[in-house]
């Protein structure tokens, strides 16, 4: 028997991913193609319905230092807009907090992803 699908989860995930990709593709095609490249390598990007923010973050900041930061600010902005939560999250802080508050408010566990 097949299990069912969780379509709200995936959707956050399909959403999710797309912010990251957006994100990343603003750096430039040949930056983009190397941090899609690496995140493939070590696993993180291995299944699209399953993205774990953490694992992300760590491994993009090994990988570009300082600048991942930006990265997951513009994540957080690009996830944030195209959810229409209709209420904006609060800025400061960590973008990687701010991305699970974000995936919470959008119905579904905020730590899962």
């Known amino acids: 028997m ?4 969780d379509d709200g989860n995936n959707s956050r995930m399909v959403l999710l991913r797309r912010s990251i990709d957006e994100s990343i593709k603003d750096l430039g095609g040949p930056i ?11 696993g993180v990007f291995t299944d699209p ?11 993009l900041e090994e990988l570009v230092g300082p600048g991942a930061q930006m990265i997951l600010e513009e994540t957080a902005d690009r996830l944030e807009k195209g959810a229409k939560l209709g209420v904006k999250t609060d ?4 973008p990687v907090d701010r991305i699970k ?13």
């Open 2 to 5: 097949a299990q069912p699908q």
């Open 32 to 42: 983009a193609k190397t941090i899609n490249w690496h995140m493939d390598k070590r």
């Open 49 to 59: 319905k399953k993205i774990d923010v953490e694992s992300f973050s760590r491994n």
């Open 91 to 94: 800025r400061r802080g960590n």
């Open 101 to 113: 508050r974000i995936l919470g408010l959008m119905g579904g566990p905020a730590t899962e992803a």
